[in-house]
Every structure is written in structure tokens, then in C-alpha cells.
């Protein structure tokens, strides 16, 4: 099977004319293409830190769209933070193996809710979490963009991923 990035990196090999950039290169990059990738431990360590200060019951869940190493380190900070400000945290954790399919990641949340998580955190690309909040007292922390307007009262904080910057320089 051919992934995304193999597709990606022949389609910028083959126009030499164009300048290519990439979040998170995992294919080897050609002359005319960039790749980065965002130090996302420093971001998940302080949401962790949020959790930690938040919950009241000790238990806060993390919904992780796949089980891959970078995802894993992600909760493993999350995780870190947490325990820094709160050493009874705990982080539950599901995996949807998708990053964007709603009702799978609010299917993902309920679980965590009845385990007894009352913060919340999914590195998902969807805010299908913040359905499964609706009408409980459980805390949100989103990710890649707010989450206010979404989850309503039940937004905590969010860590906004803004490259609008990065690509116009």
C-alpha cells in the first residue's frame, strides 16, 4: 500500500517548479519540499498541567486517534503534566483509530466519563467530544483549535495550532 507521504513527496519530485512543505514528513523529503513538526510534548504537558488543576475526582481521559509512538508520547506528556500539579491523577485513555469521525470520538468520550474522567482531552480533528459533554459537568481541553464555541460551558482551555505564520514566510 502507498501512504499519503509517498504520494505527496512523488507528486513534489515530479514539479520541481513548486515548493512543497509538510507537517510531519515521515516519507524521505525531495529538494524543493520542507517538513516540521511541532514540539506537541511541550503542548500536551501543559494541558496535562490544566487537567490536573481541574479535576476534582483525579481522573481525566485522553482520546488518542491511533496508536502510534508521536500519539503515545502526546498522552505520556499530557500525563506528566497532570501528575506534576496533581500527583493522584490519573489519564485514561481510548483509541478511535480515526482522527476524524465524530460520533467515534464521542462513542470515545462517554467511555471515559464513565470510567470517572472529568477533564477531558482528544487529539483527534473533530469536536465530536464536545457532544458527549452536553449536559454533564465534565471539563473539555481541546485541541488544534478553541473549543468554546462548541463545547460551551463545558470548554476548559485550548491549545491552538495556528501555522498561518509559518506558511506565509
Known amino acids: 500500500a502507498v501512504s499519503y507521504g509517498e504520494i505527496f513527496t512523488e507528486v513534489c519530485n515530479a514539479h520541481p517548479e513548486i515548493y512543497c512543505i509538510t507537517t510531519a514528513p515521515f516519507t524521505k523529503l525531495g529538494k524543493n519540499t520542507t517538513g516540521w513538526f511541532p514540539k506537541l510534548w511541550v503542548i500536551e504537558y501543559v494541558a496535562g498541567v490544566a487537567a490536573g488543576l481541574s479535576t476534582e475526582g483525579n481522573t481525566t481521559g ?6 502510534l509512538p508521536f500519539i503515545i508520547g502526546a498522552a505520556n506528556s499530557f500525563t506528566l503534566g497532570c501528575k506534576s500539579v ?4 490519573k489519564v485514561r ?3 478511535t483509530n480515526d482522527y476524524y469521525n465524530p460520533p467515534k470520538t464521542a462513542q470515545a468520550i462517554s467511555t471515559l466519563l464513565d470510567a470517572g474522567a472529568d ?4 487529539y483527534t480533528d473533530d469536536q465530536g467530544y464536545c457532544q458527549a459533554l452536553q449536559g454533564s459537568d465534565a471539563l473539555a481541553i481541546g485541541e488544534f483549535w478553541t473549543n468554546g464555541e462548541s463545547c460551551g460551558e463545558n470548554a476548559l482551555v485550548s491549545t491552538v495550532w495556528d501555522f498561518e505564520q509559518y506558511y506565509t514566510d
Do not use: A
Open 93 to 95: 485513555t481510548v483509541v
Open 119 to 122: 477533564v477531558v482531552r482528544s
Open 62 to 67: 485522553y482520546v488518542l486517534g491511533y496508536d
Open 86 to 89: 496533581n500527583p493522584d491523577c
